[in-house]
Antibody, heavy 121, light 111 residues
Framework: EVQLVESGGVVVQPGGSLRLSCAAS????????MHWVRQAPGKGLEWVSL????????YYADSVKGRFTISRDNSKNSLYLQMNSLRAEDTAFYYC??????????????WGQGTLVTVSS | QSALTQPASVSGSPGQSITISCTGT?????????VSWYQQHPGKAPKLMIY???NRPSGVSNRFSGSKSGNTASLTISGLQAEDEADYYC???????????FGGGTKLTVL
């Protein structure tokens, strides 16, 4: 059974930093690119970032480019999101999402339960 | 402002059919058959309902169907049931600066 479990969400002050983790199981992790998607409370979904299966090719939404860094450790079946210079508008549930097919793909057949990041003083 | 445009809300009675539209451009919906649809109940993670315009994942009811015409994709739910009441999001691959864009979401109310 595929499982994605995010962790690391907390309350952090504006300008602060945070690292989110996503533990994956039930599939061959290093066959898949992986994504982060976020959702502000009561708002819609926003794609955040993508990393290739080997970690060499990251992509970012313009809203987080230069502040967030996506990474992965295939030996630990884990995905990460380092978030720096946090702003109030980064407050959201952060989901890791698995693409439907190995390699690159742009629909998500499994999502984690989400972890809440709150940026507030 | 979301890249893909969806109606904010739709409603229907049990047993009826409804359609949710998702309008983009030739850079996303119109240019590629990579439209997907997600259902989200309150407090839950999104669930994939349709991928690549019209394909249903295993386990998703055949009451859900997808289509596309030009720059607009559509999700149709037939035989509405109370459990279908949820938020629905479309998504597409795009050649813009980011590879994935979502619609703003549509709240489906089953009357």
């Amino acid at each position: 059974e595929v499982q994605l479990v995010e962790s690391g969400g907390v309350v952090v002050q504006p300008g602060g930093s945070l690292r989110l983790s996503c533990a994956a199981s039930g599939f061959t992790f290093d066959d898949y690119a992986m994504h982060w998607v976020r959702q502000a409370p009561g708002k819609g979904l926003e794609w955040v970032s993508l990393i290739s299966w080997d970690g060499d090719s990251p992509y970012y939404a313009d809203s987080v480019k230069g502040r967030f860094t996506i990474s992965r450790d295939n030996s630990k079946n884990s995905l990460y999101l380092q978030m720096n210079s946090l702003r109030a508008e980064d407050t959201a549930f952060y989901y890791c999402a698995k693409p439907g097919r190995d390699g690159y793909d742009y629909y998500f057949d499994y999502w984690g339960q989400g972890t809440l990041v709150t940026v507030s003083s | 402002q979301s890249a893909l445009t969806q109606p904010a809300s739709v409603s229907g009675s049990p047993g009826q059919s409804i359609t949710i539209s998702c309008t983009g451009t030739s850079s996303d919906v119109g240019g590629y058959n990579y439209v997907s649809w997600y259902q989200q109940h309150p407090g839950k993670a999104p669930k994939l309902m349709i991928y690549e315009v019209s394909n249903r994942p295993s386990g998703v009811s055949n009451r859900f169907s997808g289509s596309k015409s030009g720059n607009t994709a559509s999700l149709t739910i037939s035989g509405l049931q109370a459990e279908d009441e949820a938020d629905y999001y479309c998504s597409s691959y795009t050649i813009s600066s980011t590879p994935v864009v979502f619609g703003g979401g549509t709240k489906l109310t089953v009357l």
